[in-house]
């Protein structure tokens, strides 16, 4: 399905992704286990590439983008995103040197049709940050808001199911999250609960917008009062110190 704008997958970034680029900003401790998989590859394709994020500035980058919102908020010293999806990529084989793809093979309409692409026109090696289902319950959000780490899990494929899309010929490399992390997806507030009470940040992690207003409320004011009386220092407040968290966000590098 596209919506209005193009976007491909689930999530209407349209309506959700005006500000993104305010709170998803690439992380440079992230973007080293990329750079280290694609190498000195010279020609980079990235797929489902947003507004960006962890694209190398230094060598030739091509990027894919359906989203007419997401192609907008590109910064002027990236290249101009082609309006295209992972399941239909308009170029020859072989044509890169590597592939990468961040934060987006959950919202391909066909998994293994989308993958198939994009190794038909790469020469060598491809990364794929994303996260693995499994290890969502490891962050406390799962006690607050067990409905959005429910919608994650149920969007992003198992790692099983992307190696076999992969023919298994993958590597899957735990990619710790550190304290500081500018690209704000939920996990990166592992150690600042407050900033999930902002609605900005929330709207920047598309698993919030297949959740029930509702609930939302309940746990803006559930997180609220536990950060008011102290409840979720006790539980969790040595979280606040901790330099990195090792919860689902991983590398998958083809060989």
Partial sequence: MRHQDGSAGDANYGAIGQGYVRFRQPDPRIA??????????????????????????????????????????????????????AENLPFPDRSFDAAMATFTIHQWSDLACGLAEVRRVTRGPIALLTCDPDLLDRFWLNAYAPEVIAVEAARYPSIGRVRSALDGAADVIPVPIPL????????????????????????????????????????????????????????????????????????IRTH
Wanted: glycine fraction near 8%; hydrophobic fraction near 40%.
């Fill in 180 to 251: 500081d992390c500018a690209d704000g997806f939920n996990e990166a507030y592992y150690g600042r609960p407050e900033m999930l009470l902002d609605s900005a940040a929330r709207l920047a992690c598309s698993a919030w917008s297949f959740v029930d207003a509702a609930e939302v409320e309940r746990f803006e004011a559930v997180l609220r009062r536990d950060l008011d009386d102290g409840t979720w220092d006790r539980n969790h407040g040595k979280l606040r110190r901790q330099s990195s968290f090792e919860g689902s966000l991983v590398l």
């Fill in 32 to 85: 080293a286990f990329i750079h280290r998989v694609i190498g000195d590859a010279e020609t980079v394709l990235n797929v489902g590439a947003g507004a960006g994020s962890y694209e190398p500035t230094d060598r030739s980058v091509t990027a894919v983008e359906p989203s007419a919102s997401m192609r907008a908020q590109r910064q002027p010293h990236l290249p101009v995103a082609i309006d295209a999806t």
